[in-house]
């Protein structure tokens, strides 16, 4: 079955810096990418999402890649805010079935 | 729209217990999964139900079980808790787009604790 791998379990970055969270896949079969943002408290919320007809997306300071060769995808934040800290959770879908990746907590310092 | 309710949202029990959660979809989301979150594990995935019909099942064992209701509606059972249970388990509904998967909706999900 697919399997997803997530890096770094923990990231601090600066105000203003750009943060990077890197994802890896095992299931070619797998065809849509969504990245999901989790508040202290709250739940999971969709943020960018791209599907494997798409190399890149982009959505104001978040953009999300994918390289389907490689099995990996990643998220870029730019510009980074204290509301952007969370934890981050990557996700691949072989078709109706969604795995998720262990998250990455990331924490903006003002 | 009104979005994902999953009730209760906490939850007490003990062990060998059981237990029954409940999750209303967004309107007209027929497809509603099911989630394990721990600290250690983050998400994992339990079962997705479809149309009524169990279409997708994770690595959980027997004692967790689901169905799913003509209006979508769906419920989680868990029984003979373990204290390993104590997690968040969330809810979530989509509107499959024929073979590519579409955004899940979360709810808030439940808290069961078992002591």
């Given amino acids: 079955g697919e ?12 105000e203003g810096d750009s943060a990077v969270i890197k994802c890896t896949y095992s299931d070619s ?5 969504p990245w999901y943002k989790q508040e202290l408290g709250k739940r999971p919320q969709l943020i960018i999402d791209i599907r494997s007809n798409v190399g890149e997306k982009k959505d ?7 390289n389907k060769t490689a099995k990996h995808f ?32 990331l924490l903006v310092s003002p | 729209k009104a979005g994902v309710t999953q009730t209760p949202r906490y939850l007490i029990k003990t062990r060998g217990q ?11 989301h ?8 721990t600290p250690g594990q983050g998400l994992q995935f339990l079962f997705e139900y479809f149309s009524e019909t169990q279409r997708n099942k994770g690595n959980f064992p027997g004692r967790f079980s689901g169905r799913q209701f003509s209006n979508s509606r769906s419920e989680m059972n868990v029984s003979t808790l373990e204290l390993g249970d104590s997690a968040l388990y969330l809810c979530a509904s989509s509107s499959p787009e024929g073979r590519v998967r579409s955004p899940l909706h979360f709810g808030n999900g439940t808290r069961l604790t078992v002591t």
């Fill in chain 1, 3 to 14: 399997n997803v791998e997530q890096h770094p379990s923990t990231l601090s970055v600066q």
């Fill in chain 1, 29 to 33: 079969a797998s065809n849509y990418f």
């Fill in chain 1, 60 to 66: 104001q300071r978040i953009a999300v890649t994918l």
């Fill in chain 1, 74 to 105: 990643s998220l870029h934040i730019t510009e980074t805010q204290p509301e952007d800290s969370a934890v981050y959770f990557c996700a691949a879908s072989p078709f109706q079935k969604l795995v998720f990746g262990t998250g990455t907590r």
């Fill in chain 2, 18 to 28: 059981q237990v029954t959660l409940s999750c209303s979809p967004i309107s007209g």
């Fill in chain 2, 30 to 37: 027929r497809s509603v999964s099911w989630y394990q979150q």
